[in-house]
Structures are given as structure tokens and as C-alpha cells.
């Protein structure tokens, strides 16, 4: 997930982690614009994303000769002190707006130090302030200067800001494009094809031979006749003479 600064339309928007590994993080986004002829509107955003120690300042330099115009700073209203709030004595964060102050070479809005006021409004955790001015020159890339609020060295930032302004440190240095060298390409000497050279073979003269044509000559060969072979006649059989079964005798009255 990206924070919302960076859906910021024709803006340029980079991250910068002052100590990494033991702070947080935070984004710096620019626009600069040509609303009409002469005119240039710079408009700057710092985004906290949770950079403990907080952002006290923020400076941008202007070139020799630059006229700037409708200077104006935005931050979000901070809440009312509580019972344990966490501010110091249960103040609450300040509001008051950042102080400007100019001279011939920058512009820089700031807010107390820490060592000043713990409540004062610094750029704290989730938190984006705005800075704007017009001026009568076109933009130049150079370091805008970032000052924090509970600890570290403050820090540069590119940005665009208008006139003859100091370049931006370190110098983008250009990489030279490689040349390439021509290399010397091997000719191979031609070598010798030896040509085969074809010998006809003599093609043999086929001489027909004399063919024997056999004349086939039809035998009657003999066909078996089959010849039934008689039965032998059946010999009767005798007939067995009746049994003569005796007269009973008569019973007596």
C-alpha cells in the first residue's frame, strides 16, 4: 500500500529515511507550475510517514534577483489536550501556524524546537503539511533543506525551486556510453577443392540365349471306380415253441 501523497497528479514524490534501521520514513513532493506568462507556482508537500523524531523546518533557496509572491503554508488542525494524551502536561499539540522567513537567498517556514516547546507542530507521524509560493522565474533543480524536530542533523532534499539556484548535491554525473571497438575479422585462405572426374563404366551388351519352349503333352490318367461291397442276408430267427399249461382238476361239490 502507497500513501496517499503519491497519487498526487503531475507531482514528483521520493522517500527519504534519514536513519535506517532506527527511524522511520518520510516523502517529499514537489509540482511546479505556469498558471500564466511570467508566472510560476511552486508548490511543495512533506509527508511523515513514521519518522519518530518529527519534522521542525523546511527551506528552499531562491535564486539571485527571484520576486516571490502569495506565500502560504497548510497543516492539519491538531486535537484538544486530554488526561494522559501523551503531550507534555496534557497540552495537547500545538496548531499554531509554521513561521516564515525570507531573505535574498531562500525562503524557510518553521515551527518551536523541541528543546522550546515538546507540543509544538511538528510534522509528526501520519501527518502532511503544505508549503506554496509564485514567483517571476522558471524552476531549477537544486536541495531544499529539511530540519527535524526531536533528533538528527538536518538534511537535504531534492526539489525544484526558481532562479540561479545552488545545483542540487551530489551532482547526477552523467555515464559515458561505451564505444565499441572494432575487432579485426579473421579471413580463412581458401583451400583447394580437388574435383572429382567422372570415368564412364561400359555398359555390358546383353546377348539373348536360345530358349527351349516345352511342348506339354496330355496322359490319361486312370479315375478309380468305387464298387459297393454287398451285405451278408440276415439268417431268421427261430420261433420259440408255446408252453402247454396243465388242466386244473375240478373242486369238489
Do not use: C
Not at 40 to 55: F, Q, T
Not at 168 to 195: E, K, L, M, R
Not at 199 to 214: D, E, G, I, Q
Request: hydrophobic share 30%; glycine share 6%; aromatic share 10%.
Amino acid at each position: 500500500m502507497q500513501p496517499a501523497i503519491m497519487a498526487w497528479t503531475g507531482a514528483t514524490v521520493s522517500q527519504a529515511e534519514p536513519d535506517p534501521g532506527n527511524d522511520g520514513i518520510w516523502f517529499m513532493g514537489y509540482k511546479v507550475t505556469n498558471p500564466s506568462a511570467g508566472v510560476w507556482h511552486y508548490e511543495y508537500a512533506l509527508y511523515n510517514e513514521n519518522l519518530d523524531r518529527g519534522i521542525q523546518s523546511f527551506s528552499v533557496p531562491l535564486g539571485p534577483g527571484v520576486n516571490i509572491s502569495n506565500i502560504d503554508f497548510h497543516a492539519p488542525p491538531q486535537e484538544p489536550g486530554w488526561a494522559n494524551d501523551g503531550t507534555q502536561n496534557n497540552q495537547g499539540y500545538s496548531s499554531t501556524p509554521w513561521t516564515v522567513t525570507q531573505d535574498a537567498s531562500s525562503i524557510t517556514w518553521s515551527t518551536e524546537t523541541f528543546a522550546t516547546n515538546q507540543n509544538a507542530n511538528a510534522i509528526r507521524w501520519g501527518t502532511l503539511y503544505n508549503f506554496r509560493f509564485d514567483a517571476d522565474q522558471p524552476p531549477n533543480p537544486t536541495d531544499a533543506t529539511v530540519g527535524f524536530f526531536k533528533t538528527g542533523s538536518p538534511s537535504g532534499v531534492l526539489v525544484q525551486a526558481p532562479g540561479g539556484v545552488p545545483t542540487p548535491s551530489p551532482t547526477p554525473t552523467s555515464t559515458p556510453t561505451a564505444t565499441a571497438t572494432p575487432t579485426a575479422t579473421f579471413t580463412p585462405t581458401p583451400t583447394p577443392t580437388a574435383t572429382a572426374t567422372f570415368t564412364p563404366t561400359p555398359t555390358p551388351t546383353f546377348t539373348p540365349s536360345a530358349t527351349a519352349t516345352a511342348t506339354a503333352t496330355a496322359t490319361t490318367t486312370p479315375t478309380a471306380t468305387a464298387t459297393a461291397t454287398p451285405r451278408p442276408t440276415p439268417t431268421p430267427r427261430s420261433s420259440p415253441s408255446p408252453r402247454v399249461r396243465p388242466t386244473p382238476a375240478p373242486r369238489p361239490l
